[in-house]
């Protein structure tokens, strides 16, 4: 269904929170992985896997749940965020980010809890509740990317045409020689020993992400250090899923929907997103018409889209019905 929504009808953030606990999960060596917990501690728990891959959690995430319902816990994918080591590639597939849900629900003694993923956050989410379904009170996913071929070569390649200017500057970094394995070129300065052009590589990387990332487009610089820590963590490791864990057509979580279609789950897709464009989500929604699929008509892909944050809070807000 499209959406309905007008200027007057659009749902504000809850006012920013504090956590009340944090912590350092030690998973495989070398990582530690931070998160923490926000809102009602005796509320119903959900968990927020935030995008990227690398991207790491922003506080404002905190503020798409009712605090006094939800006991609210983020957490730092490997190698980004506040997890340690920063950027780190080793031991950091899709597989280990399922392992570590799982460890950091049974740390927290959690037996179910909501689950709310966006652009890369929705690949994980699907792909925990492909194998651990019966932990999942609801499914809330904001621009699906599915993780196939199809939507690396369209971010590294096919994206030129909507934002030819953003895509020369980011393939710029790479000699003209190379541009024809743009992702391939990418990773060899990320898995190189060359720091200096590592960061320089990452800041293109982020900016032309960044840059596609909105409906009004996007061009903040990146010049404090947590700017740079982020690009970095970003760029080097998505370039590195991107280039280890594709998810082939035999295996395509399209193929996986039967192990969690009976989970109550949202999809809400900015028709105008072109990180992840809505032809996934498309392809979501024909094989599981029952799970309510909401195309927010004025939106990129930007959870904090005035459309795209009003359909996110209003499904936090139904899903209050689940305890």
């Not at 070569?153 to 394995?181: G, L, Q």
Request: a negative charge.
């Amino acid at each position: 269904m499209n959406d309905t929504l007008d200027n007057q009808s659009l749902t504000e953030f809850f006012p920013p929170i504090e956590p009340y606990e944090t912590g350092l999960m030690i998973v495989d060596a070398p990582h530690q992985i931070y998160w923490e917990q926000s809102g009602n501690p005796d509320g119903v728990p959900v968990v927020v896997l935030h995008g990227g891959p690398g991207g790491g959690c922003s506080p404002a995430l905190r503020q798409f749940f009712d605090p006094a319902h939800y006991r609210i816990i983020l957490f730092d994918q490997r190698g980004c965020g506040k997890s340690t080591p920063l950027a780190c590639l080793d031991k950091n597939t899709i597989q280990d980010l399922i392992n570590d849900i799982e460890q950091l629900r049974a740390v927290l003694n959690i037996e179910k809890w909501h689950v709310f993923g966006g652009s890369w956050g929705s690949t994980l989410a699907l792909s925990y509740a492909a194998q651990q379904a019966d932990r999942c009170l609801s499914l809330t996913l904001r621009g699906i990317f599915l993780m196939e071929q199809s939507d690396i070569d369209w971010f590294m390649d096919t994206n030129k045409h909507v934002f030819p200017e953003a895509w020369e500057k980011f393939s710029s970094v790479i000699s003209k020689d190379k541009r024809h394995k743009l992702l391939s070129a990418y990773y060899e300065i990320f898995t190189g020993d060359d720091d200096d052009k590592k960061l320089d590589a990452a800041i293109q990387w982020d900016a032309y992400e960044g840059s596609c990332a909105h409906l009004i487009p996007n061009n903040e610089a990146v010049l404090t250090q947590e700017q740079k820590d982020k690009a970095l963590s970003i760029a080097m490791i998505e370039c590195h899923y991107f280039m280890t864990e594709i998810i082939s057509d035999e295996d395509s979580l399209l193929k996986k929907v039967d192990a969690f279609r009976h989970i109550p789950a949202t999809i809400i897709q900015g028709r105008y997103d072109m990180i992840c464009p809505i032809i996934s989500a498309h392809k979501l929604h024909n094989v599981w018409p029952e799970a309510e699929y909401i195309i927010a008509t004025q939106a990129g892909h930007s959870a904090f889209e005035p459309a795209l944050r009003s359909h996110l809070i209003n499904t936090t807000q139904k899903y209050k019905s689940i305890k």
